[in-house]
């Protein structure tokens, strides 16, 4: 990326003020358009509607797919580098609405691999993120019928062999012009580890279309898995993207990153800390006094709170709308508009909490959404690795 532009993003670093059109023309990816938006399925889920998936590749075959009863799966994966905040949750509350909608296999990944090699961080603190990550994944209430979820290294007996055929399709030169030059070989082998997630489930259930909705900063790995699909040796399509802004941090524009000065609302947060994180940080659009706010309004489009309701915490647009309406002719005041989001919020995880309190151990819990032997072994042989290699034994 070059420096005029003063922003970043890549899978390993998001910095600066982000210019979402930009970045579409250089990853060459599409806008979502309104005739793509209308053809999700009914209800259409507020996340679309209102473009914060705002962007694709190849939406039209898995919606066609998706629409007509014919097989369809999501791909969505976690990095286990530290507890999951509000912003990480979004894409997994949008696959079980689409799985509950269309019946969507849901593929989830977790690249505790990847964040042992990007981060300083001891293999036993991201098992530590990886456990607590999966208890909230679980929460969330997949169909474990319809639902797998996949940790590289403890399911390596299906994703290193799968890796290892992929990374042989994939330059180093080509890792260097998409993602910068690796900090270690571990890194530059990674795509090769996430473009295994994107076809696992093709390569698990056969060819057909698969949707991976995620932040648009992993669409390089979706590129890079998209040009080993096209070599054809494996039968599968290439996956699409639906591609999402970041949802913005309570200091202000900018995703939401743990690493902030500011704090992030964690899934664990109980209904004071919201408040009191809302309350404390929350950027507001609105005037620096009561009487200047009745008076000029304020702006919901830079309001933190008003942007928290309106990318996932009110589904109801007539609510929205007004709170919009009503923010800038000044009736409703920042304090106010603060509130109303820390409500829903806080009400929206105590659900997410209560969920993940019912969980019994994780092992118990887990085993019902683990590849079986069957599984692993289809996902082998699709890149011709024997049935009766010694990883069956
Ligand atoms: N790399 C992703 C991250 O850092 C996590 C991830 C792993 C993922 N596999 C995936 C996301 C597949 C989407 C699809 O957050």
């Excluded at 982000?18 to 979502?32: P, Q, S, V």
């Excluded at 659900?351 to 069957?374: C, I, T, V």
Aim: glycine share 6%.
């Amino acid at each position: 990326m070059t420096e005029e532009e003063n922003f970043t993003v890549t899978p390993y670093a998001v910095e600066g003020a982000i210019d979402y059109e930009k970045l579409l023309a250089e990853f060459g990816a599409d806008k979502l358009t309104d005739e793509q938006i209308a053809t999700f399925p009914d209800p259409i889920h507020p996340l679309v509607r209102r473009n914060v998936f705002y962007a694709e590749r190849d939406v039209d075959r898995f919606l066609e797919a998706a629409n007509t009863g014919r097989p369809h799966s999501i791909v969505t994966g976690r990095g286990p580098s530290g507890p999951m905040h509000i912003g990480h949750v979004f894409p997994f509350y949008f696959a079980k609405y689409l799985q509950e909608q269309t019946n969507a296999l849901v593929y989830i990944p977790i690249s505790d691999d990847e964040k042992y090699l990007l981060k300083e961080m001891s293999l036993k603190a991201i098992d530590r993120h990886t456990r607590d990550n999966l208890l909230d994944l679980l929460a969330v209430g997949f169909d474990p019928d319809r639902t797998r979820i996949i940790v590289d290294t403890a399911d390596a007996n299906v994703v290193y062999p799968l890796a290892t055929a992929f990374a042989k399709e994939v330059t180093q030169s080509t890792v260097d012009a998409t993602y910068g030059t690796p900090a270690n070989i571990g890194i530059s082998f990674y795509p090769a580890v996430q473009a295994t997630h994107l076809l696992l489930p093709q390569l698990v259930e056969g060819r057909h279309p698969t949707l991976v909705p995620i932040a648009i900063d992993q669409d390089p790995h979706v590129r890079v898995c998209r040009d080993i699909a096209s070599k054809q040796r494996y039968n599968v399509e290439k996956p699409g993207a639906l591609l999402s802004k970041f949802l913005p941090s309570l200091g202000g524009p900018g995703k939401m990153s743990s690493s902030d000065d500011v704090p992030s609302i964690l899934l664990s947060d109980d209904r004071e800390t919201v408040f009191k994180k809302i309350r404390r940080y929350a950027y507001s659009g609105g005037q620096s006094n009561i009487e200047a706010h009745r008076e000029q309004g304020g702006n919901p489009t830079i309001d933190v709170s008003y942007q928290f309701l309106a990318y996932f915490f009110e589904e109801n647009d007539e609510r929205l709308e007004r709170l919009a309406r009503e923010y800038r002719d000044g009736s409703l005041l920042s304090g106010e508009l603060k509130e109303i989001a820390a409500t829903q919020i806080a009400d929206f995880l105590e659900n997410h909490q209560g969920r993940r309190s019912q969980l019994g151990s994780l092992a118990n819990e887990l085993a019902p959404y683990r590849l079986n032997s069957d599984e692993r072994t289809r996902a082998r042989e699709r890149v011709g690795y024997p049935d009766d290699a010694l990883s069956q034994w």
